[in-house]
């Protein structure tokens, strides 16, 4: 019995699933911990990305304005 013990306290083909599980673990609890800030970091840049009026500024460059006269 001694002899089982020893040879499984020893035996480390399980040392990555348990490494990996852990790096997971910790990785999930800093999300958690973090979240509203993650996901205003994800809403800025998102919207930056998504803004269209960059896209309308570029199209109008170089246009004469024409005044609204009604």
Do not use: C, Y
């Not at 399980?14 to 790096?23: A, L, S």
């Not at 994800?42 to 009604?70: C, M, Q, Y």
């Amino acid at each position: 019995m001694r002899k089982l013990l020893k040879r499984l306290w020893h035996e480390e083909s399980g040392m990555g699933t348990v490494e990996i599980v852990i790096i997971v673990a910790v990785l999930v609890g800093v999300a958690l911990l973090f979240r509203s800030q993650i996901t205003n970091f994800v809403r800025v840049a998102t919207d930056k990305v998504f803004d269209t009026e960059i896209i309308d500024e570029s199209l109008n460059v170089g246009e004469p304005t024409t005044p609204n006269t009604k």
